[in-house]
């Protein structure tokens, strides 16, 4: 089974919050990243947190992490609609960075005005 | 902020053809380059791995020799699709590690279609 899971779909409304979740299986995950993909074009890193930390924000975003459950989540705040995407959770094994990255299957936002 | 070059950013050939994909990291020095495949609505699929001046390798069920890697110097990585089928037709997105200071940079991602 997949590493890296998500649910593949999210609708908001236009200033309600966003969290997109996220469940990984490898214990020795030492980064764990957010990208968000806007049609036809490549990844754009939004955050990244590493597995020492329970929660990082960044302006509107806010990740937590729950180690113990290997569970990630992304919490946008007042989403807009230029925030309609498709947002992917990633992971780099062990302790060096140089890692490969395993995705999850990525969840679409949606949001409505 | 750290960035990645990738051409080109859509490409049509015609079956049978081979077609070349260049990753350039612009403002810093790529030790491993990764390349990936995205099928519609579908997650990345890794490729393979490249450090510069050795082979690239392979994840399970990629054929080497269809999908030639080159990484010839820290700022350039080249994926050759040789011998091009419609089931090559897919995006392509080439990713850039710059150590602790850049991580990891995408590339725009090429679209090919073969026809």
């Known amino acids: 089974g997949e590493d890296v899971e998500q649910s593949l779909f999210l609708s908001v409304r236009e200033g309600d919050s966003s969290v997109i979740n996220c469940t990984y299986t490898?214990?020795?995950?030492?980064?764990l990243y957010w990208y968000k993909q806007e049609p036809g074009a490549g990844l754009q890193l939004l955050t990244y947190?590493?597995?020492?930390?329970d929660m990082k924000q960044d302006q509107r975003l806010t990740v937590l992490l729950n180690k113990k459950d290997k569970h990630l989540s992304l919490r946008i705040a007042d989403t807009q609609t230029g925030d309609s995407a498709i947002y992917f959770c990633?992971?780099?094994?062990?302790?060096?960075?140089?890692?490969?990255?395993?995705f999850g299957g990525g969840t679409r936002l949606m949001v409505k005005p | 902020g750290a960035v990645v070059s990738q051409h080109p950013s859509r490409v049509i050939c015609k079956s049978g053809t081979s077609v070349k994909i260049e990753c350039r990291s612009l403002d810093f020095q790529a030790t491993t380059m990764f390349w990936y495949r995205q099928f519609p609505k579908k997650s990345l699929m890794l490729m393979a791995t490249?450090?510069?001046?050795?082979?690239?390798?392979?994840e399970q069920g990629v054929e080497k020799d269809k999908f030639l890697i080159n990484h010839a110097s820290l700022t350039l990585s080249t994926l050759t699709v040789t011998s091009a089928h419609p089931e090559d037709s897919s995006f392509y997105i080439c990713s850039a590690y710059g150590g602790q200071r850049y991580g990891y940079t995408f590339g725009s991602g090429t679209r090919l279609t073969v026809v």
């Open positions: 990633a992971e780099s094994k062990g302790n060096n960075a140089g890692n490969m990255l395993t």
């Open positions: 490898d214990s020795s995950s030492t980064y």
């Open positions: 947190i590493f597995s020492n930390m």
């Open positions: 490249s450090n510069e001046g050795s082979k690239a390798t392979y």
